[in-house]
């Protein structure tokens, strides 16, 4: 895998057909629009970023994909509103990670309080199931208690995040700010 940073906002990703099997993307899904591609491209997209230190972070990201004659594939990953700064990852290693599911209109009642207590919460949603989880990150005892009256809390920690990104589709990294005014 080859990285090159083309414009603040743009980077150019060569993969080879090695790189392409590791990540289980292959050229021709990348045209589709399937959730697995998607899913796929974004875990590249956000550990080549991490690994190289790239700040290419916005509300969209563009991706152009090109076929190599060896099998492999050129990437052009641009962030449509400019680069910025990437705000520090939330960290999930310590079990003070909660994960809540519920309806949206309870779910939002709680953004609410988040938002008053400056808690970060990112907002999920399964299409399949028609169902919403919120993942607040990095919280306090309060606020587990607090959550608890709004949701059902279905678990903590690495093993439950990614559970939820696994299957559950990102709607915005920033619930409390995004959804508390909505509802």
């Known amino acids: 895998m080859r990285i090159d940073t083309l414009a603040g906002n743009t980077v150019k990703i060569t993969l080879e057909p090695s790189d392409m099997d590791g990540c289980n993307i292959k050229y021709e899904d990348i045209s589709g629009r399937s959730h697995e591609t998607e899913l796929a491209l974004s875990r590249l997209i956000s550990s080549v970023c991490e690994k190289h230190g790239l700040k290419l972070s916005g509300e969209r990201l563009l991706v152009e994909a090109f076929p190599k004659c060896d099998g492999g594939c050129t990437l052009y990953v641009s962030c449509l509103k400019g680069a910025r700064q990437k705000p520090p990852k939330p960290s999930c290693e310590d079990n003070r990670t909660v994960i809540c599911s519920g309806r949206l209109s309870d779910i939002a009642a ?21 169902s919403y989880r919120l993942v607040i990150y ?46």
Request: with cysteine; hydrophobic share 30%; aromatic share 8%.
């Open 138 to 183: 990095a919280c306090k005892n309060a606020v587990k208690h607090i959550a608890s009256e709004y949701t059902e809390i279905i678990g903590s920690g690495k093993a439950a995040l990614c559970d939820t990104e696994e299957y559950f589709r990102l709607i915005t990294p920033t619930a409390p700010e995004t959804i508390s005014d909505c509802f």
């Open 110 to 130: 709680l953004c609410r309080i988040l938002r008053k207590k400056r808690e970060k919460a990112s907002l999920y949603h399964d299409p399949k199931t028609d």
